[in-house]
């Protein structure tokens, strides 16, 4: 087609100006107003995890009780949590019900230092569910715990961070004996950005969640990124947060129309991808 | 006509990646451009609304489905909208003033260009008013397909219809159009071929 080499006018190349700084300007817009997505995976990349969950939340000031726990007739407890820093008050009430937790609050670039016990190989059905929203709210998670399928000596350790934009992410794994006092360390893991890094480098940034692998995967080539996979079964947990448990046992194929729910270069050269099988809406 | 259909998803990537969208523009700008020369005869409302279709294209990148034609006749099927709502605006003579006061400064020798291209395009324009005398379904498809110059099947795509339906209408456009003093016209735009 002709078109392609036919130069155009000086209005025409001005228009084209204004229309990538429009795309550009909706795409940080959209950085913006997009869903606080960053997850919290450091108990996920743990060795020999079975499963881990990892939540994202946003913390929120105000008068609303930091958490509330309740127990059902069936002896289910239901934990309400819509701030993580007061975790020893959650710890208390979680064991005044019977659920063996250990829950730590860790600042901002920081870590326990690991290993802090022995991961448990695939939580039984039941014990513990994914988070879900609080109906009616815009913070806070509501948890699930069964403390009756809990075999002796297993505990419920959450590790929960609240970051300086004000999202709290919280990783929660089940241990087999004795759990290790949180010794806090430097974290020197990268931060996941969802993307390919800082638009200053030589390769602009380049988005890759919300994206489906086979969409992201020629750019991470064009890049010389080798791309490893975290498979993870993803849910919204209403407007701005996602849920995400982490399935370490996946050994299957990636599809190319799987949903790339976050990825960063974790380390030099090497790109992870957490995808998951099903879209996030 | 350009053919090309790149895939749904790539459509949205597209219209999110500047470098991407660069070259879909170098591709589309002039045939969208001309597209509105046809229609308008101000060179800065043809600037304009060149300007708002390739905006509305970013806006509305989901809406795109390349089993149902090319990226250009995608673009026209929004050019279409975008010229229409301009038109019913100026029948309304709502706020001229607010219009030129966003306006993007266009120089002379623009003026000049787009002054070029909306003469170069004056030879549809008699057969925009004729078509225009046709019912309103028939119109669209006519005005795509002889003034335009996508195919019929292009056409039933930019309007969203089947294209059995786009080509009864074309030909019941064609019959009236006949019976007009100066009968059918050739094709206005010369189709670029693959070259």
Redesign the interface.
């Known amino acids: ?4 080499r ?1 130069p ?5 190349e ?3 100006v ?3 700084e ?3 300007g ?2 940080a817009a959209e950085q913006r107003s997009r869903p606080r997505r960053r997850l919290f995976f450091g108990a996920a990349s743990l060795a020999g995890a079975g499963l881990a969950t990892a939540i994202t939340i946003v913390s929120l000031g105000g008068t609303v009780p930091a958490y509330a726990v309740t127990t059902d007739a069936d002896g289910v407890v239901h934990a309400e949590v819509r701030d993580f820093r007061d975790a020893a008050g959650l710890t208390k009430r979680l064991k005044e019900l019977g659920v063996p937790a250990v829950v730590d609050y860790v600042p901002h670039g920081q870590k326990c230092r690991g290993p802090r016990g022995t991961f448990v190989e695939g939580i039984p059905a039941g014990l513990y569910e994914p988070p879900t929203g609080i109906p009616g709210e815009k913070d806070g998670l509501r948890m699930k715990i069964n403390p009756k399928l809990f075999k002796p000596g297993q505990s419920l350790v959450w590790t929960m961070t609240v970051h300086p934009d004000g999202v709290a992410t919280a990783a929660t794994v089940l241990m087999q004996g004795p759990v290790a006092p949180c010794v806090l360390v430097p974290d020197e893991t990268k931060e996941p950005l969802g993307s390919t890094g800082d638009p200053g480098k030589s390769l ?1 940034a380049y ?1 890759v969640d919300g ?2 692998v086979g ?1 992201v995967l020629p750019e991470l080539k064009k890049r010389g990124l080798k791309v490893v996979y975290e498979v993870v079964e993803a849910k919204p947990l209403g407007k701005d947060r996602i849920g995400v448990t982490v399935d370490k046992q996946y050994s299957g194929p990636i599809g190319k129309d799987w949903t790339v729910v976050q990825g960063w270069e974790h380390t030099p050269g090497e790109f992870k991808l957490v995808v998951s099988e099903k879209p996030l809406s | 006509m350009q053919d090309t259909a790149v895939e749904a998803g790539d459509m949205r990537r597209i219209m999110r990646d500047p470098e991407a969208f660069e070259v879909f523009y170098r591709k589309h700008a002039e045939s969208v451009g001309r597209f509105v020369a046809r229609r308008v005869t101000d060179p800065h409302m043809v600037d304009d609304l060149t300007t708002e279709v390739f905006l509305a294209a970013i806006d509305t990148a989901r809406t795109y489905r390349p089993d149902r034609g090319s990226e250009v006749a995608w673009l026209f099927g929004i050019a279409r909208n975008v010229v229409a709502t301009e038109q019913r605006r100026a029948a309304r003579e709502l706020s001229k003033n607010g219009r030129a006061a966003g306006r993007r400064s266009l120089d002379p020798d623009d003026i000049a260009r787009l002054e070029e291209r909306i003469d170069a395009e004056r030879a549809a324009r008699p057969l925009l008013k004729a078509v225009a005398e046709l019912p309103k379904s028939q119109r669209a498809v006519a005005e795509l397909v002889d003034i335009d110059g996508l195919s019929v099947a292009e056409a039933a795509a930019a309007l969203r219809i089947r294209v059995g339906t786009a080509r009864v209408r074309l030909h019941r456009a064609h019959r009236s159009l006949r019976q007009e003093p100066d009968a059918l016209p050739e094709p206005v735009v010369t189709l670029k071929g693959a070259s």
């Open positions: 087609m002709k078109a392609d036919t155009l006018a000086a209005f025409e001005r228009r084209l204004e229309l990538k429009h795309i550009a909706r795409a602009p988005q994206k489906t969409e």
